[in-house]
């Protein structure tokens, strides 16, 4: 698949390779400064927990794909994290428009100190949207694991309640935005954050609520 031309014809791409080849999904990397690299140990084993309990088929090494990159369009998930600063040039914020307006999907976690940046970038990809906070029953909280109180809280931050947002373009959500929680640390390695199992379980359960979300729309 060299480009994303329809939802419909990514959702059959998306089946096809998932379950006959496997499919790559790919972790942003953006100018600013900030460090689009935290994390990483999370998606490898996001991929390795959704490979053995939800019977996927994702590649075990996930792509690094730029914000402005072409190469975007091969990935039907791609996951954002970071700290700092984030800055989106005019044509990387028109390629990440016209990915997520073709099918894509983005998963922004805020690994703490992304927040106001990220609102302001991503006004530059969809100056016409807001981020929507997402009921509790939305369906994203109810794929195979059941969070009837939304988000897991993982890390304290500022001590606030997760929350989880979205941008919905069409009707679809083309971004989902996980701030206060903080999944990707969930998702490390033990050694990194010293998460005790419950927690990391949490994280990588809905983690993986979010992979089938996107996969299975």
Not at 21 to 28: E, K, M, R
Not at 149 to 171: R, V, W
Not at 175 to 203: I, M, N, P, S
Request: net charge negative.
């Amino acid at each position: 698949m060299n480009r994303l031309q329809t939802p419909v014809l990514l959702a059959i791409c998306l089946y096809v390779l998932t379950i006959a080849q496997g499919q790559q999904i790919a972790l942003l990397k953006y100018q600013g400064g900030g460090d689009w690299y935290a994390n990483p140990t999370s998606l490898p084993n996001l991929i390795k927990f959704c490979n053995s309990n939800l019977h996927t088929h994702l590649d075990l090494q996930p792509a690094t794909v730029e914000a402005g990159s072409k190469n975007i369009f091969n990935y039907p998930f791609v996951h954002m994290t970071g700290h700092g600063n984030v800055v989106f040039s005019d044509a990387e914020a028109n390629n990440i428009r016209k990915y997520l307006i073709s099918g894509g999907f983005l998963h922004i976690d805020d690994n703490y100190g992304l927040d106001k940046f990220i609102r302001r970038e991503m006004k530059k990809v969809f100056p016409e949207l807001d981020f929507v906070e997402i009921p509790f029953s939305h369906p994203i909280y109810h794929q195979s694991y059941e969070f009837p109180n939304g988000l897991p809280k993982i890390h304290e931050h500022d001590g606030k309640s997760p929350q989880g947002f979205a941008l919905f373009y069409e009707g679809r959500m083309v971004c989902f935005y996980t701030y206060e929680c903080d999944l990707g640390d969930g998702w490390e390695d033990y050694a990194v954050h010293l998460d005790d199992e419950a927690t990391r379980t949490k994280a990588l359960r809905m983690g993986a609520n979010i992979i089938q979300y996107v996969f299975s729309r």
